[in-house]
């Protein structure tokens, strides 16, 4: 570089993989320096931090591709590129801000432990180079230190937390995204392809693709159309028969939208339309769960790996790994379990309602450490998130903050009944019983031999008899539970 060049400014992208909102992107942009935008494919960190810090899921990486492709070529619009490095995310900064003598490196700060821990070695390193840092705020609505008890804990019971969280009023108000970049050109970057996120041999990823448009202008549209035809979210949120909810979860685990647009847009929505107000708030209350998710992982960094409640620590898991495949692929014969699990494993993601039903019967049901379910969504979800994945797990087995607790076991036939009432849901994701009539879908083997015989459904053939009956199911989890309270 020219000795009277300007000196280079760095933004270091990580789960913020957007143009809009992002205040290390606004900030160096705004110090007029040639910019360098990099991101980090960084999975040694990860191996040398477990279990806090873990690798992507596969669905995760194959997103991570996408969303890769779209900010580079959003960008691209602006003038700007993406380069992209792999290797431990510190070192490889670093390194980069040493080799073009960068000025400083900018970048958005993410509340959780691996995450922090590669952040200030980073911060470290920057400083024995003399190079400054700028770490920003822009992943949540409120920061976990404004959110504690009088004794400095987070809080672990939702409502009141939720409640904080609003009493704080609105987030800073939203940047936009620079209408222009000033780079600096021929740094050298990987060729994503080379990272190999995205599966080959076999492609499996057919059903993401045909589900997903993925990237920062999707998130957007999505978010507006979503606002666009509010009304009845609160009740409709539950029916997984119906496209009720924002679809927005894996947008926001890969920070191509920040919760903070998503709550100004909704509050707007509200102030425009007053008759969704309550519905805005019940969408709002939900982007609360995954802050709540998130703020637990400040005081919980191990929540994937261990009982928020250390008196679960003993119980008597039994399941066996027979069941656990059967529950993977979507063939316990309990055709709302079977659904939820196929439509995973076909988009990557599953309704909110059938997750908590699907997670209910591997640990209740089929007494499997619901650690194991946890370990598959995290792999097969697109919105697999360090904080909302385990959270959830724990709150439905009983052992998290603010949990559903243990002897609340779901019936899968009445939450299907209720939930999905004229089996619309089970008929698109399991094909084998699309002809079975609404009063049996939930509950196939309570059709007579003919009946069954009419709509070329085979119990035990086409499609599996329960691997467990529900009420033995619900008695030998209440037992195994009442066991874990004598001890
Ligand atoms: P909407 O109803 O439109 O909600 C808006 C946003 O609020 C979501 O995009 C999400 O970011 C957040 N949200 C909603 N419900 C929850 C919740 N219960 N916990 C935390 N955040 C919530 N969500 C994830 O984002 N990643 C996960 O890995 C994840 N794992 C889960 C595991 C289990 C066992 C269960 C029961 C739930 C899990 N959830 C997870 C929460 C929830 O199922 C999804 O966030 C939701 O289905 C996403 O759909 P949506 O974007 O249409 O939600």
Redesign the pocket.
């Known amino acids: 570089m020219a000795k009277d060049a300007p000196r280079p400014v760095i933004v270091w992208f990580r789960d913020d993989l957007r143009l809009a909102d992002h205040p290390a992107l606004h900030e160096a942009a705004a110090t007029g320096a040639p910019l360098v935008c990099v991101y980090v494919f960084d999975e040694q960190s990860a191996q040398l931090r477990p279990p806090l810090a873990r690798p992507l899921g596969a669905a995760s990486r194959w997103w991570l591709a996408q969303s890769l492709r779209a900010l580079s070529s959003s960008l691209q619009t602006r003038g700007a590129a993406l380069i992209l490095r792999r290797g431990p995310a510190a070192d490889s900064i670093a390194e980069l801000a040493r080799q073009l003598d960068a000025a400083a490196v900018h970048w958005n700060e993410i509340e959780i432990a691996p995450y922090r821990a590669v952040a200030d070695d980073l911060a470290e390193a920057l400083s024995i180079a003399g190079i400054a840092h700028h770490r920003h705020h822009g992943d949540l609505l409120a920061a976990p230190a404004a959110i504690r008890t009088k004794e400095g804990r987070g809080l672990r019971v939702f409502t009141p937390f939720w409640r904080r969280v609003l009493s704080l009023g609105d987030p800073p108000q939203l940047l936009q995204a620079p209408a222009r970049l000033h780079i600096l050109p021929d740094v050298p970057s990987d060729d994503l392809a080379s990272w190999q996120l995205e599966p080959t041999a076999p492609d499996w990823a057919g059903g993401l693709r045909d589900t997903w448009s993925v990237g920062e202008d999707a998130a957007r549209d999505k978010l507006h159309s ?1 606002l666009e035809g509010l009304p009845g979210y609160s009740t409709g ?1 539950d029916r997984p028969d119906r496209e009720a ?5 894996p947008h ?2 890969f920070g191509e939208i920040s919760p903070r647009q998503v709550w100004f847009a909704a509050r707007f929505a509200a102030a425009e339309r007053p008759a969704v107000a309550a519905d805005v708030d019940k ?1 709002l209350s ?2 609360g ?2 802050e ?2 998130r703020h637990l992982l400040v005081d919980h960094p191990d929540l994937a790996a261990r009982n928020l409640q250390p008196a679960f620590d003993d119980f008597p898991w039994t399941g066996d790994d027979t069941a656990l495949h059967a529950w993977q692929r979507g063939r316990t014969g309990y055709p709302i379990v079977d659904a939820g699990m196929r439509e995973l494993w076909h988009s990557g ?4 309602r059938v ?2 039903v699907v ?1 209910s019967f591997l640990v209740k049901h089929l007494l499997i450490d619901w650690r194991l ?1 946890e370990a598959w ?1 995290w792999d097969t ?1 697109v ?3 360090p904080g ?2 385990p ?3 724990q ?2 087995a009983g052992c998290g903050a603010d949990a559903a607790p243990y002897f609340r076991v779901f019936n899968p036939v009445l939450q299907g009944e209720k939930f999905d009432p004229n089996g619309d849901y089970v008929r698109r994701w399991v094909p084998e019983l699309a002809s079975m009539p609404a009063k049996f879908i939930h509950q196939p083997w309570s059709a007579t031999p003919v009946e069954l015989a009419a709509t070329g459904v085979t119990l035990g053939g086409n499609y599996p008899a329960p691997i467990v009956e529900h009420k033995a199911g619900r008695a030998r989890a209440l037992a195994a539970y009442a066991k874990l309270r004598q001890r």
Do not use: I, K, Q, Y
């Open positions: 979503f949120r909810t924002s679809r927005l979860s926001l685990r969408f939900e982007l769960w995954r709540f998710c993601v599953m309704h909110n997750r908590m997670a379910g969504f979800l919105d697999a998130d909302s994945n959270a959830n797990w709150w439905v």
